[in-house]
Structures are given as C-alpha cells and as structure tokens.
C-alpha cells in the first residue's frame, strides 16, 4: 500500500469521479483506475459501487476513505514535525547589544554557510553573559571579550558614532564634536540602537531624546525638522540620504568595539560562525 493510492482515493471521492481525480493529481485516468485496482487487491476487498458514468464507494470503502484520511493527515503532522525540527537545527539563538555586528555576522554567515537561520534578540552585557551561561542563547555579540575558561571569543568589528545636523546647523562647518558640544540639544533617536541608547543618555543628561520606534516615521522627521541625529560608520551605508552633515564624535563611549562569544561545548554549527571571524 502506498501513500499516493491512498491520496487517489480521497480525491475520488471529493471530486466525484475518477476522470476529475485524475485531472486535480495531472495523471491519466487509466493509472489512476490501476492504483484503485491495485488497492482493492491488496486489501482483498472492492471499495467502489460501479453504475454508468458514476462511481461511489461501498461500505468497505468508507471504512477505507476515513483511515485513509487519518493515515495523511497523521503525514501532514509527522512532515511538519520534521520540518520544524530542521529548522531548528538550522535556528542559532543570537543575543546582541546592539544591531551593527548582527548584521555583519548573519551576512558572513548566510554566505559561507546558506541555509542558517538566526532568531535574534537585544539584550544588555550583564544579561547575555548570563544567557549564555543558562544557554537560553547560542551565540552573544558584546562589547567586551569574555576571558572566561568555558567560552570563546572572537572580535568581530568596531562602530564609531557620529552626530547628523542640517546643514545650515551651526555644528555643520565643524570637523567633530564632542558630548559637552551637543549636550543640551534635542535629539531624534531610532529605539532599536542597542546599547548605544544609554550612551546617549548617559553622555546626554541635558538633551531632550525623542524616540521613535518606527523607521519610517524617524526618517520622515530627520527629513523635514532640524533635530538633530545620530548615525554610525556601520549603520550608515543602510541610513537614507537626507542632505545632512555627518560630524563624529569624540568622547568617551563614541566607539565601540564588538566580541561574539559562545560556549567552547556550542554545537558544530554555532562554532562554524564564530570561525569566520579568526
């Protein structure tokens, strides 16, 4: 008995007749009344009521229609199981400060091993550290290496922040800036910044900081206000052209270097990304 008899009968019946079964499953007629054929043999019972131009099933077959729905059915869940499991094989669980150093390590890591799948979350340093211990996160991405005997770390980039103002923006003309140049001004700030948002405001304690959680909406009052902004060196290949001036900051805070970091036991697959970075 194969599964395909098996989805041939079901769709006898749900189409009404063998030729518009035959037409849903794209085969011809004559195999389809073959596998039949082939079915009632093996089970050593007819399951169809021949009249003219009419088929429908005897009661042997719907005894054989409703276990021949639960056996695909039972193959659905078993087919969806596997799939799911796959994936999770595939799933490595990142945490991470900030977005930059995620998005060069997916992009590292989708072409040197296509197929990988990250679910990602933002957490602080303290809060990874222990995410990986208790092992609710397979790699960390951090602002520091970890010199513990059970991980391993590798340095991965580093991020230099950088303050965005209108042009016709007194800061505009200049070569940098420092925090006690800036403190005090309005600032727009995208909420998904990672760890860079308490930068901000620990650096900024006189600033009104405006958050947005929308990108779009951000990008549309960078545009049309004279707020100003923060973009990074990393971040900024992806950040909308909007005619401003980028001056970097200098200060205590403004860079940052980035460590990914897993369990020296971390799957074969985890260890694989933390090699591309040496």
């Not at 030729?19 to 794209?26: D, I, M, P, Q």
């Not at 659905?76 to 400060?97: F, P, Y």
């Not at 933002?122 to 790699?139: F, I, K, P």
Request: proline content about 4%; hydrophobic content about 40%.
């Amino acid at each position: 008995m194969e599964l395909e008899q098996l989805r041939q009968l079901v769709a006898i019946v749900d189409c009404g007749t063998m030729s518009k079964a035959a037409e849903r499953l794209h085969i011809s007629q004559p195999s389809i009344s073959r596998n039949m054929h082939a079915l009632e043999t093996e089970l050593g019972q007819e399951l169809f009521e021949h009249a003219r131009n009419r088929i429908t099933l005897n009661d042997a077959g719907a005894i054989a229609l409703d276990s021949a729905r639960k056996v695909l059915a039972d193959v659905d869940v078993m087919r969806g199981d596997l799939d799911e499991h796959a994936k999770r094989k595939r799933t490595i669980r990142l945490g991470t400060v900030a977005p930059a150093p995620m998005w060069l390590l997916t992009e590292r890591t989708v072409t040197a091993h296509p197929g990988t799948i990250f679910s990602t979350e933002y957490l602080g340093e303290q809060d990874l550290e222990r995410a990986l211990l208790d092992r609710s996160v397979d790699l960390a991405i951090l602002i520091r290496p970890l010199a513990l005997p059970n991980m391993t770390s590798r340095q991965l980039m580093t991020e230099a922040l950088s303050v965005e103002a209108p042009a016709d923006d007194e800061l505009a003309g200049r070569d940098h800036v420092t925090w006690e140049d800036i403190n005090g001004r309005p600032f727009l700030v995208l909420e998904s910044i990672g760890f860079w948002m308490g930068i901000v405001r620990d650096n900024l304690p006189d600033s009104q900081i405006i958050v947005q959680q929308d990108p779009q909406v951000f990008t549309q009052l960078v545009a049309s206000s004279d707020l100003l902004n923060f973009v990074t060196d990393a971040s900024a290949f992806s950040h909308p052209s909007t005619g401003r001036v980028r001056i970097p900051i200098w200060g205590t805070g403004a860079s940052a270097t980035y460590f990914a970091a897993c369990l020296n036991d971390s799957s074969e697959q985890v260890r694989r990304v933390l090699d591309l970075f040496g």
